[in-house]
Structure formats: structure tokens, C-alpha cells
């Protein structure tokens, strides 16, 4: 067995859906699996020109490799049917590759009534706080309780070490690691883990982890409750040119200079040695280039990747992208 994880170091929406889709093309993966999270999460994926927003099924359904919402996931059924919809209308095969953990757990009704009441964190409204809050309680209901789903149902254990094939995983991690309810700025959380630890809790063995893809975007966004924009035309500018708005809510994402010290942290405790730096493009264009704690304002994007392959180089590879595709 082998794995390699794709995980968000900022607050969400850094690409992981975009380098999940890119790294599927080479065509070695067996499995491609969401480890956390549910509906809350949206991943752009440009697919043979489509321009495609995922909410809880992995990219792998674009490859026909078998593409499992995993066991720490929790999934709303109804928004799981209309996601399968778009992606049959697309053109995209999810009936064969689509299996479900039959220990995720389902986003119900309820769950969906009290999220639309949070007035404190700004989160999605897509239930997912209450869903994990009953999983913990053990008065949850899991996705093997749910007779419908059944042709979709897989047993992670058997699917992953009990098949023929020798396994080569892709993890597709949703949110980012400054949302980790641990790890992040709480209260201002989801409400399941976002590192590598999350993704390995899915049934992986550690001593299958090969890479850890770690992505950021050149600069920090963020959508919620708390304030996090400064003051300054320059992040109005980022805000618009970079089109940040949320890919589930079409909420405004507020905009800063990448964050050193936080992308240092969620690098080094993730274990990151491939980072990804997207949206190159969008600072380009805005013409600023700059970075927060220790505070440094950069004359060119040469300088900046000449800082960031200082700080970064000696420990991982490192990757500057474009969008809308990966480049
Ligand atoms: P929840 O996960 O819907 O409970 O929302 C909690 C916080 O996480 C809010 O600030 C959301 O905007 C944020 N959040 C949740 N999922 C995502 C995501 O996929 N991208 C960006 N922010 C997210
Ligand atoms: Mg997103």
C-alpha cells in the first residue's frame, strides 16, 4: 500500500480539489478517498475545459478510480443525490466508482435546522457542526444504518487490505489545517481534523505515507465570522482579481498577506515535503507581493519566491502555480 495526502495549510480553499484532479492524471492511484469534512467543503475542479465544483465526492470519479467518501466524513443524502446528478450530466461516470465508508456518518435533518440558526461562527448552514457533535455523542447515524445507500456501501478495511490489487491511495482532505478544531483559531473551527493525523485516522497505516502534498495559496483567505481582512486597497484588489468568493456559500472571503508563521506550523506538524503555492497569477496582476509575521513587503514576485524557497526549499519541494488549471 501506498498513500500520498493532499491537505489545506490555510483556512480552506487553497486548490486541494484542483492538485487532487492534476495528480490523479498520472494514473497510478487505485483509490482517491475525502477524509474529512462533508458539504461544507467546495472543490473547483476544471475537468476537459468544465469548470466543476465537488462537494463530498473525490475527484477520482473523473478517472474512473475508485473514490471513497471516508470514514471521518459526514455526508447530507439529498445533497449527495444532486451532487451525483451534476457529475452524470457532466458526462462523469459516478455510479461505478463511487463507494461510501459504511461508518461515515449522515448529516440529517435536524443537524441541517440547527447549523441554519449559528449566528457566532459563520459557518456553512450544511449541518456539519451538530453531525459531528452526535458522532461523538454516540447517537450518531452512520451510512451502513441507511438501506438506500446500500449498493454504494464499502467496508474500508476490506476494500483496503483484504482486495487483490495492491493499493495506491490519493487522501483529498477538505477545509485547511487553521480550521482544525485543535489546531485553528477556536471557536472560529469545523468541527472535524484537517491534517495528515485526519486522513490516516480514515484506516490508512502510517507506514504507508509516501507524500504529503501540502497546498497554500500565495496569499490567505478566510470565510466566517471573525475579522481577518486589514484595512488596505491591496486586499480589495486580491479579493477581486483572485474572484474569492466561497465555492458552497458565494460568501466574500476576506483576504491577507500569506501568513508565515501559521504556514510554517501546519507545514512542519503535517510532515509536508511537496507545497504548493497557487494563484501565482493573482498577485501578478495586483502587482504587490508580501507576507505577515515577521512582516515583509517584497519589490517583485522573484524576491518572493526567492524568501519562500529559503524558508521552504531545505525541506520539501516546492511548486509555483497558476489557475484556473493546475500549471
Ligand atoms: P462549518 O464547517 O460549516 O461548520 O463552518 C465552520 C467554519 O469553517 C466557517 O468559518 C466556514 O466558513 C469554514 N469552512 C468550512 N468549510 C470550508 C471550506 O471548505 N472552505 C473554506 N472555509 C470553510
Ligand atoms: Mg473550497
Redo the contacts with the bound molecule.
Keep these: 500500500m501506498i498513500t500520498d495526502i493532499v491537505i ?1 495549510l490555510q ?3 487553497e486548490g486541494k480539489g484542483k492538485v487532487t484532479h492534476h495528480l490523479l492524471k498520472s494514473g497510478e492511484y487505485t483509490h482517491c478517498i475525502r477524509f474529512n ?2 458539504q ?4 473547483t475542479i476544471y475537468h476537459n475545459g468544465d469548470r466543476i465544483v465537488t462537494h463530498a465526492i473525490p475527484a477520482g470519479v473523473f478517472f474512473n478510480v475508485k473514490s471513497i467518501i471516508g470514514s471521518g466524513c459526514v455526508l447530507n443524502i439529498d445533497k449527495l443525490y444532486d451532487e451525483i446528478d451534476m457529475l452524470t450530466s457532466a458526462g462523469v461516470d459516478v455510479y461505478s466508482n463511487l463507494k461510501i465508508a459504511a461508518n461515515a456518518h449522515i448529516i440529517t435533518e435536524e443537524h441541517l435546522n440547527e ?1 441554519a440558526k ?1 449566528n457566532s ?6 449541518g ?2 451538530p453531525a459531528y457533535r452526535d458522532k461523538y455523542a454516540r447517537r450518531g447515524v452512520r451510512a451502513g444504518d441507511i438501506g438506500d445507500l446500500r449498493p454504494f456501501l464499502v467496508d474500508m478495511v476490506e476494500e483496503l487490505y483484504y482486495g487483490d490489487e495492491k493499493t495506491a491511495i490519493l487522501m483529498e482532505g ?3 489545517f487553521w ?1 482544525d478544531p485543535d489546531w485553528g483559531d477556536y471557536p ?5 481534523h484537517c491534517g495528515v493525523a485526519a486522513a490516516l485516522q480514515n484506516g490508512i497505516s502510517p507506514r504507508s505515507l509516501r507524500n504529503v502534498w501540502g497546498i497554500a495559496k500565495i496569499y490567505e ?6 475579522t481577518f481582512q486589514p484595512e488596505g486597497e491591496v486586499f480589495e484588489n486580491i479579493q477581486r482579481i483572485g474572484k474569492e468568493f ?4 458565494g ?1 466574500v ?1 476576506q483576504c491577507n498577506w500569506l501568513n508565515m508563521k501559521q504556514l510554517l506550523q501546519a507545514f512542519v506538524m503535517n510532515g509536508v515535503n511537496k507545497l504548493i503555492f497557487n494563484k501565482m497569477d493573482v498577485l501578478q496582476e495586483v502587482g504587490e507581493w508580501g507576507v505577515i509575521h515577521p512582516d515583509q513587503i517584497f519589490n517583485s514576485e522573484e524576491q518572493m519566491r526567492e524568501y519562500l524557497e529559503s524558508v521552504f526549499s531545505p525541506h520539501a519541494e516546492i511548486f509555483f502555480s497558476f489557475s484556473p488549471e493546475f500549471v
Design positions: 489545506g483556512h480552506g480553499d469534512g462533508g461544507n467543503a467546495g472543490h447549523d449559528d461562527i459563520g459557518t456553512t448552514k450544511s456539519n457542526g477538505a477545509q485547511g480550521l472560529y473551527v469545523t468541527s472535524s483567505t478566510y470565510v466566517g465570522k471573525r466561497g465555492a458552497t456559500t460568501r472571503r
